[in-house]
């Protein structure tokens, strides 16, 4: 099977009352980690990665080319949805360009007409290629990529202007952040998410900063409307972790084990078994 665009996905798991994963990729390892989990628990997926994090990889081509070829190498028959996050109108276009199935337009820094007039063309150039395409109403708390915005709640009569643009899904700050949760966190509010799901008419949502959401919550907001879940920090905090006990406990230094496919194996092994815990609490499992 090639990687499909999102929006069958998005539209089935709306309609099935689950949330795709769209879990971030870092690198070749990352890939074939969140390839694995998903064909392990029978879910399809959005494998997405940031400007910068393709940068790192090597530029978009390179992303593409990897998820891609990856995808025909380990034999996966789950659906694949390739997926750019928090692209810029520039970044956007070139990634439509480069082979990428969905694209994230992200104008929420920009005036409300900006971000209108903007989201309206990468809508349009994007479904002229078959592509699909998130847009963002408010900021999402936290930093990303170096870029820090202050979370505040979306304007529902925003969020119905950018849905009725015909993008396919939209992201909605709800109280959500990236990166950490502080301790003092005050949890998702249920009132914005409702008010927000009748303003779109249908129009799947997305939750940004997955990482470290109580379950409990996850499924509450599943049922109001989202359909994708962004993870990237929690898989990194469980890489990092694993694979400081692995040089901690002092095994870099027996054997081999120096040689990159050991010493980046329990991290490895860490991101699949998180990848698949979050798969099921997403209720993505055998929806593919
Ligand atoms: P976390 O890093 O908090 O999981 O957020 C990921 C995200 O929302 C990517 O857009």
């Keep these: 099977m090639v990687m499909v665009s999102a929006t069958e996905m998005m539209i089935k798991a709306h309609e099935g009352h689950y949330a795709i994963p ?3 990729t870092n690198n070749l390892e990352w890939t074939k980690c969140i390839l694995t989990a998903v064909q392990k628990m029978n879910s399809p997926v959005i494998i997405q990665a940031s400007e910068g994090a393709a940068k790192y990889m090597g530029g978009y081509k390179n992303v593409v080319d990897l998820v891609r070829n990856l995808h025909d190498s380990m034999g996966i028959t789950v659906p694949v949805a390739l997926h750019l996050d928090h692209g810029t109108y520039e970044g956007a276009k ?3 360009e ?3 199935t969905s694209v994230m337009f992200d104008g929420s820094h920009f005036d409300f007409d900006e971000n209108v007039a903007k989201s ?3 809508i349009e150039y994007a479904h002229s290629k078959g592509v699909s395409v998130e847009c963002e109403v408010g900021g999402i ?3 990303e990529d170096g870029v820090t915005s202050n979370g505040e709640l979306a304007d529902p009569e925003e969020c119905a202007k950018i849905a009725g643009l015909g993008v396919d899904f939209l992201a909605a700050g709800i109280g ?3 990166g950490k949760y502080p301790a003092n966190w005050a949890g998702l509010n249920f009132d914005r998410l409702n008010e927000i799901n009748e303003a779109v008419n249908g129009k799947p949502l997305v939750l940004h900063g997955g990482s470290g959401i109580p379950f409990d919550q996850v499924s509450k907001a599943i049922s109001m409307g989202v359909s994708k879940i962004n993870v990237n920090t929690e898989l990194q905090l469980v890489f ?4 400081r006990k692995f040089i ?3 095994k870099d230094l027996e054997g081999k084990n120096y040689d990159p496919r050991k010493l980046l194996k329990p991290g490895c092994d860490a991101i699949i078994d998180k990848a698949c815990e979050l798969i099921k609490a997403f209720g993505s499992d055998n929806k593919a």
């Excluded at 990092?240 to 694979?243: E, G, I, L, S």
């Design 98 to 100: 480069a082979g990428f």
């Design 176 to 178: 959500n952040i990236h």
């Design 22 to 24: 769209a879990f971030n």
């Design 120 to 122: 309206k063309e990468i």
């Design 248 to 250: 901690e406990e002092g």
């Design 141 to 143: 708390g936290g930093t």
């Design 94 to 96: 070139a990634c439509i």
């Design 240 to 243: 990092a972790a694993a694979t």
